[in-house]
């Protein structure tokens, strides 16, 4: 068994060494127009998998699982009824915290970035909660509010609205002041200014700030189920450490990992794609208009002024 051990690791080993070969004569370079990400994915996985089995052929099965040994229990798990259910409260939670988190931190944001005085009173809070380690918040709500869906959900907010709010703050302040001052000016409503100056400069950083949320929402609601809800993924994770059942543990591991890069990459980078949601590229509504008016600058800003109040 040893021995068939050892020539299945060493063909693996020389089936990588190959792979690595070929890309480098190839030249890194040509890869990356096509399938240079797919190429760096497949290298990646490939090294962990290697050394996941390397080291699980080390170790007992209850301590740690090779990914043969992880995936037959994903399969048995994936046939249950009760893992949808649990899948469901989990994403629900999420879902919830992430909106109120999106919602709450926007709010704040635009607070801070349009008033100095509000910046200034709510930047010490900021700065006082991103440092807090959202254990300390599962456990207190736990002890407040008992256990359910209650503290997954808002321990969620708390972290994660604070993140929302810079990111939203600082897009407020990317906008040009003369453009606001001038749409001042010239009496244009809320509405139109809403929508036509502020969301086009905020899209971007809208976008990072969910990005964040998201991440930041999918691992903390995991954690808060798996220290205090008697349901959820996270839940299942922690009984199945309790009951020294690894392989169950690795599977719901890949299920939550899974379940993150879906959200990301087949929910979040689409849209930002479709939409060109991207704050460090893309030029903002304000920046177009400061560009144009660098050389018409007496004309442009009153132009910009008098078309939004048009709309």
């Known amino acids: ?34 399938w240079g990400n797919a190429l760096a994915w497949s290298l990646s996985i490939s090294a962990v998998l290697l050394l996941w089995q390397v080291a699980a052929g080390f170790y007992p099965a209850a301590i740690l699982p090779s990914p043969g040994e992880t ?56 700065a006082i909660s991103t440092m807090a380690p959202p254990v300390f918040w599962v456990a207190v709500l736990i002890i407040w509010m008992g256990l359910g869906s209650g503290p997954p959900v808002l321990v969620v907010v708390i972290t994660a609205t604070p993140l929302v709010a810079v990111n939203v703050a600082q897009g407020m302040q990317s906008i040009p002041p003369r453009l606001v001052e001038m749409s001042q000016i010239f009496r244009v409503s809320r509405a139109t200014r809403l929508r036509q100056l502020y969301l086009p400069a905020l899209s971007g950083h809208l976008f990072a700030a969910a990005l964040i949320a998201v991440r930041f929402a999918w691992r903390t609601v995991i954690m808060a189920e798996f220290i205090g809800s008697t349901n959820g993924l996270g839940n299942r994770l922690a009984w199945a450490r309790q009951n020294l059942e690894m392989n169950l543990a690795f599977a ?19 849209a930002q794609r479709r939409w060109g ?30 078309s939004l109040r048009s709309r």
Request: proline share 3%.
């Open 277 to 306: 949601w991207d704050a460090n590229t893309e030029k903002t509504a304000g920046e177009r208009n400061t560009a144009v008016s660098t050389s018409h600058r007496p004309v442009t800003s009153t132009q910009t002024a008098v």
């Open 71 to 126: 995936v037959d229990a994903l399969h048995w798990l994936v046939g249950r009824e009760s893992f949808y259910e649990h899948l469901r409260l989990t994403a629900g939670r999420g879902a919830a915290g992430f909106l109120l988190a999106m919602g709450l931190g926007a709010v704040v944001g635009l607070l801070m970035g349009r008033y100095r005085l509000v910046a200034w009173l709510l930047n010490p809070l900021v």
């Open 1 to 34: 068994m040893h021995s068939h051990k050892s020539a299945f690791m060493d063909k693996a080993c020389q089936s990588l060494l190959n792979l690595i070969r070929h890309a480098s004569h190839s030249g890194w370079a040509a890869y990356a127009p096509a």
């Open 252 to 270: 719901y591991l890949l299920v939550i990992i899974g379940l993150g890069m879906m959200l990301e990459y087949g929910i979040l980078r689409p």
